[in-house]
């Protein structure tokens, strides 16, 4: 018997910029933290912060606070959970999926930071584990410029 793969999930143009408009200016948190779409997928997202002098945790270094780290992981976590439904009901309107973002909010969430995050820009990548009718899970990355790992994440997010 012949396994049948499903077409991957194409989203529509209005439904990346609904989600780009929520994300980044309508989230005043993550429009004041600088967060901007980078690459947007059912499975996976990828965001991105520049240095800003009021995101410094340590003056004499110069590093990036660990709230803020942990606040851009926990932002990225529920954009890719919001793809994630989008890509899941795609038979629904795309102003109908934008709406599930009503429903969605944080559980749980573990960071370890690995290192001092220095430097001038930052990315922020979360990867959907599963996504259930009531809880999804998450894992998330944040990387200093060369690739450099500076934290690991993983959340639990309810859906319903």
């Known amino acids: 018997m012949k396994k049948t793969t499903a077409a991957p999930v194409v989203f529509e143009p209005e439904f990346i910029e609904g989600l780009k408009l929520m994300f980044e200016q309508k989230i005043c948190f993550n ?22 002098p009021d995101l410094i945790g340590h003056y004499g270094h110069q590093r990036l606070h660990g ?3 942990a606040s851009c992981m926990d932002g990225v976590a529920g954009l890719a959970v919001m793809a994630a439904l989008g890509a899941k009901h795609m038979d629904d309107p795309v102003a109908k999926r934008l ?4 429903r969605v909010g944080t559980i749980d969430l573990r960071v370890d ?48």
């Open 113 to 160: 930071y690995l290192r001092q995050a220095i430097g001038e820009r930052f990315e922020v990548r979360a990867q959907v584990l599963r996504i259930g009718s009531r809880v999804a899970n998450l894992q998330m990355t944040f990387w200093g410029e060369g690739e450099v790992l500076i934290a690991t994440g993983a959340s639990a997010f309810i859906v319903s």
């Open 31 to 52: 429009r004041l933290l600088g967060l901007r779409v980078d690459r947007l997928s059912p499975t996976e997202v990828s965001c991105h912060i520049a240095m800003q």
């Open 99 to 102: 709406l599930r973002f009503d």
């Open 67 to 69: 709230g803020v780290i």
